[in-house]
């Protein structure tokens, strides 16, 4: 909703537009506020660089020059799930700044990530950045249900602002200061310095686990929150099951992506893949995240239920294929599995 109120605000500013640049992330939410505010998206997808899926920068500033005073806006992405790479804000701001064209960045939980900070910062320093909006959950540790709203100059906050209607619940508000109050200023910064060791720690961890049973984690070094390992060792048509089997053991913050060409529509668009942000074919991956509040114990007890839901996996199909074959038949359908802690 912060989203689309942010281009709502812009629609007398640009009276001829009727498209959203919008690089491609596969986030229902962010798509839908382009239609919620009454335009269409552009959608540009990511560009392979090597493990990574990084910004189409070329594409972005085609479609800029031969619409011109269409795009409303470019939306931008700055956190997002491995190996999806946070997009090249400072460049889109560039491109943005040349032909006058505002720049709205979606920084869902990159307020955590010192490094996405500097990076907006940077992008406002060589280019155009009108608004960026931050979800209070992930990045100020309430309940769900807010946004923040910030920009570089009061101008641009006060637009938006002032195209609020008004009229809807305060508690979001009033849970951030209450939160900040009780955090104070130490605390509050303390809990990003403490994300970045756990995130250090945590891609330490899963690069050993990968090595240990022949997988490896993507390399997207500008990713400082997400994770990504390859799911080889499993065959495709079982990772779904296996993802639940994670979910059953309480592994709630993993996600296994598995690759399809079946085709997604969303407010009728089409997405081949949806959930790899990209349409390329993959051999499957594991996603894990490290966003702030995680502790050690936490952290120690997603590889201890990781590492033991994994062994009994392989070792369940294993078993499930082996009384196939002595039978003379083919496993045609998912054997029962033993979802119980071991």
């Known amino acids: 909703m912060s989203l689309s109120l ?8 640009r009276p ?3 498209y959203v640049i919008w690089l491609r992330i596969d986030q229902k939410s962010s798509l839908k506020s382009i239609y919620h505010a009454g335009y269409e998206p552009i959608i540009v997808e990511p560009v392979r660089d090597k493990d990574a899926l990084i910004t189409n920068v070329e594409s972005v500033n085609r ?6 005073e269409e795009i409303l806006c470019v939306m931008t992405t700055t956190s ?7 997009d090249n804000i400072e460049a889109i701001s560039a491109i943005c700044a040349a032909h006058d064209v505002p720049h709205l960045v979606n920084n869902a939980y990159g307020l955590q990530s010192e490094e996405t900070v500097r990076k907006i910062a940077a992008a406002h320093e060589c280019g155009r950045v009108d608004a960026v909006v931050q979800s209070l959950d992930k990045n100020f540790q309430v309940p769900v249900g807010g946004a ?8 641009h906050i006060q637009s938006i602002a002032q195209a609020y209607p008004g009229r809807a619940s305060s508690v979001p508000s009033r849970d951030l200061v209450l939160t900040l109050l009780y955090q104070g200023q130490s605390v509050f910064l303390e809990s990003f310095s403490k994300q970045r060791q756990m995130f250090l720690k945590m891609r330490r961890k899963l690069t050993s686990f990968s090595e240990n049973i022949g997988e490896c984690v993507y390399d997207v070094p500008e990713n400082e929150i ?5 799911l080889s060792t499993i065959p495709p048509t079982k990772q779904t099951l296996f993802g639940s089997v994670l979910f059953a053991r309480g592994i709630t913050g993993a996600r296994v992506v598995t690759s399809t060409q079946n085709k997604t529509t969303i407010e ?8 790899s942000h990209t349409s390329e074919q993959h051999g499957g991956y594991l996603n894990i995240a490290c966003s702030i509040g995680m502790t050690e114990n936490e952290l120690e007890e997603l590889f201890t239920r990781l590492t033991s839901s994994y062994a009994k996996f392989v070792r369940q199909l294993a078993n499930s294929e082996q009384r196939a074959v002595s039978s003379g038949r083919r496993v045609t359908s998912n054997p029962s ?3 119980e802690n071991d």
């Open 63 to 68: 479609i800029v020059e031969q619409r011109g």
């Open 80 to 86: 997002c799930f491995a190996p999806r790479s946070p």
């Open 268 to 275: 009728g668009c089409e997405f081949v893949n949806f959930g």
């Open 16 to 18: 001829k537009a009727r």
């Open 6 to 13: 942010c281009m709502t605000s812009w629609r007398r500013r």
């Open 226 to 230: 997400s994770l990504a390992m390859t």
């Open 148 to 155: 923040l709203i910030a920009g570089f100059k009061q101008s």
């Open 337 to 339: 599995f033993d979802l």
